[in-house]
C-alpha cells in the first residue's frame, strides 16, 4: 500500500505562478523526499528533507515537514513550462536501506 | 558518471513467453531495487538487495517473478511466464547508503513492458 498521499492529484497553473503539493504520510519516518518524473522518464531526486528539519530550500524549490501531523508540502516558486512533471513524495521508514514508499504523484501542468 | 541502465527499454512478447530485464547500478552504490509503476497501483516496491544480498522481496507480485543479484554491477529480474497484467514500467534503481545523504536512490529509465 502506498505510504504518502499527494494532494493535489493534478495541478494546473500558468507560467510564472507558484506550485504548492502536499503529502501526507501514516508512519514515522526517517525522511520524506521528493521525485520528480517527466513523461517517459524515470524519476529524479528532487530534495530529502529529515525527520529533524522543518524546512529546506533548493533553488525554486522549498519544502516543508510537519512530523507532527504526518505533512509535508513542495513549493515551486515562479513556475516555468519545464516544470511540467509528475511529482512524488516517498517516505523513508528506515534509516540504512532507503526503502522508499511512494506516493501517488501530483501532476503539474504549467502553461506557457 | 553513469546512471543507472537498464536494459531493454521496450519490450513487447506474449504471454507465456519469459522475460529478463536487466539492470547495472551505479558504481559503488551498494543497494539496488527493482520497482514497477502501472496507472492503476502506481510504483511498487517489488524487491531491494543490500550488498548483493536481497534484504526484503515482500512486494514480488507471486513466483512467476524472480530476481538475482550475482555481483555488484549487474542484476536481472525475471518473469516467467509471463501474463498481459505483468505490462507495466519497470525500474531499476540505486543508491549508496554509506553517503551522507543515504536513502537518496537514483533511478533508471526504465523498461517498458508489454505483454500481449
Known amino acids: 500500500s502506498q505510504q504518502g498521499e499527494e494532494d493535489p492529484q493534478a495541478l494546473s497553473i500558468q507560467e510564472g505562478e507558484n506550485a504548492t503539493m502536499n503529502c501526507s504520510y501514516k508512519?514515522?519516518?526517517?525522511?520524506l523526499q521528493w521525485y520528480r518524473q517527466n513523461s517517459g522518464r524515470g524519476l529524479v531526486h528532487l530534495i530529502l528533507?529529515?525527520?529533524?528539519?522543518r524546512e529546506k530550500h533548493s533553488g525554486r524549490l522549498r519544502v516543508t515537514l510537519d512530523t507532527s501531523k504526518k505533512s509535508s508540502s513542495l513549493l515551486i516558486t515562479a513556475s516555468r513550462a519545464a516544470d511540467t512533471a509528475s511529482y512524488f513524495c516517498?517516505?523513508?521508514?528506515?534509516?540504512?536501506?532507503?526503502?522508499?514508499?511512494f506516493g501517488q504523484g501530483t501532476i503539474l501542468t504549467v502553461h506557457p | 558518471d553513469a546512471g543507472v541502465i537498464q536494459s531493454p527499454r521496450h519490450e513487447v512478447t506474449e504471454m507465456g513467453q519469459e522475460v529478463t530485464l536487466r539492470c547495472k547500478p551505479i558504481?559503488?552504490?551498494?543497494?539496488l531495487f527493482w520497482y514497477r509503476q502501472t496507472m492503476m497501483r502506481g510504483l511498487e516496491l517489488l524487491i531491494y538487495f543490500n550488498n548483493n544480498v536481497p534484504i526484503d522481496d515482500s512486494g514480488m507480485p507471486e513466483d512467476r517473478f524472480s530476481a538475482k543479484m550475482p555481483n555488484a554491477s549487474f542484476s536481472t529480474l525475471k518473469i516467467q511466464p509471463s501474463e498481459p497484467r505483468d505490462s507495466a514500467v519497470y525500474f531499476c534503481a540505486s543508491s549508496d547508503t554509506k553517503k551522507r545523504d543515504r536513502g537518496t536512490i537514483y533511478f533508471g529509465e526504465g523498461s517498458w513492458l508489454t505483454v500481449v
Open positions: 508512519t514515522s519516518i526517517n525522511n
Open positions: 528533507i529529515r525527520s529533524n528539519e
Open positions: 558504481s559503488g552504490h551498494n543497494s
Open positions: 516517498a517516505t523513508d521508514p528506515f534509516l540504512d536501506y532507503g526503502k522508499l514508499t
